[in-house]
């Protein structure tokens, strides 16, 4: 039997364990990524299959239903592509007729669950909307965009809509007239010249900038909020700001030439600077909440949260994500609140000793 690893928890996944029945076995483990030969994590993860079976006997399901319910799991003991391509944490969930492997980029204490709800709550930080960015790292020699979390970084594709580099947008041909006027020198990564045929040079890159800042603007909608960070010469903001049709592009960015630059290497600098703006949204939204205390719509206590999120009233659902108890009216307003587009923030400053919710109504 196949089986699908997902490293985004999609609002698909939340719908299919909201509707899942049966008791629910949630399996969790941190991962080793520098462990090449994954001995070590396909061994952990053997034992804990062994606890889940206790488990699962014990809630009732005889020895077919439980072998059903863990081979998905088992299959995963011995396949070394697997455990070559990992995250720092591994989240294995089950019920009847459902399965899912997440890897995550948190890392997970062990645990194995078996109860009425599914184990989300270590899984908070990853689940987090909070945290989602776009890196845009841009030279004339090459452009990449990437769509990145604060444990994930992905290139996306640009299509024809965005140009990859500078000979997209200006042809050689066009340059090399200009270019034949000047003395050459100067660093490729520069993005205005210093010397003759200043003015032409910036000409091009002008159009460059403005086709790349249409473009992206195209790409990703011209409505969207979520941040997106430039990673460039520091010159290039100024004028690439004027010309780009995404409005989050935010005034922080990544500096220097980007073309040498691994996208981890970007993702953590743009993550730094970033942060206090996540940081900032955060806030304020943990101000609203503190406003409305005592006002009914806002609460501290999990039943309460848990009845409100099942309802769909939960706007906001604040984490402390240093308590690790594994409760169940918890990890329900979790599921509860994603399903309905409500937002989780993670607290880790002590403001929240549990978990925390602003209401809608």
């Not at 600098?269 to 970033?274: E, S």
């Not at 099942?310 to 906001?316: A, F, L």
């Amino acid at each position: 039997m196949g089986h699908s690893s997902f490293d985004q928890i999609e609002k698909t996944h939340l719908e299919q364990m909201a509707q899942a029945t049966g008791p629910r076995l949630s399996v969790l483990m941190p991962v080793d990524r520098t462990d090449q030969q994954s001995r070590e994590s396909s061994t952990r993860l053997k034992s804990l299959l062994g606890e889940a079976q206790r488990q699962l006997s014990t809630a009732g399901l005889d020895s077919n239903a439980i072998d059903a319910r863990l081979e998905p799991f088992t299959s995963l003991i011995n396949d070394g592509p697997f455990w070559r391509n990992q995250g720092d944490g591994l989240a294995l969930f089950s019920a009847d007729d459902v399965h899912f492997v997440f890897r995550v980029g948190v890392p997970l204490d062990e645990l194995v669950h078996v109860g009425e709800q599914f184990a989300l709550r270590p899984l908070a930080t990853a689940l987090a909307e909070s945290s989602k960015f776009y890196i845009l790292a841009l030279s004339r020699a090459k452009v990449r965009l990437f769509d990145a979390t604060r444990d994930s970084v992905t290139e996306l594709d640009l299509g024809d809509t965005v140009p990859a580099s500078m000979d997209d947008v200006v042809s050689a041909d066009e340059r090399q007239r200009q270019l034949q006027s000047r003395s050459v020198g100067g660093d490729r990564a520069m993005f205005h010249g210093h010397g003759a045929g200043d003015e032409a040079d910036s000409v091009f890159v002008d159009k460059f900038l403005k086709a790349v800042g249409q473009g992206v603007g195209d790409l990703l909608g011209k409505a969207r909020s979520r941040p997106m960070i430039l990673a460039a010469v520091a010159e290039a903001h100024p004028v690439f700001k004027q010309f780009c049709t995404y409005p989050a592009l935010q005034d922080a960015m990544v500096k220097g030439n980007p073309d040498d630059r691994s996208p981890k290497e970007l993702h953590a600098a743009a993550w730094d600077a970033i942060l206090p703006t996540f940081k900032a949204q955060d806030d304020a939204v943990f101000e609203r909440f503190s406003a409305k205390l005592g006002t009914g719509l806002s609460a501290t206590q999990s039943d309460k949260i848990r009845d409100a999120a099942v309802e769909g009233r939960v706007d906001t659902l604040f984490i402390n994500p240093g308590v690790t108890l594994n409760a169940d009216d918890v990890n329900e307003a979790i599921l509860a609140t994603l399903q309905s587009s409500g937002k989780l923030i993670i607290m880790s400053d002590g403001s929240v000793e549990n978990v925390a919710a602003l209401f809608r109504y």
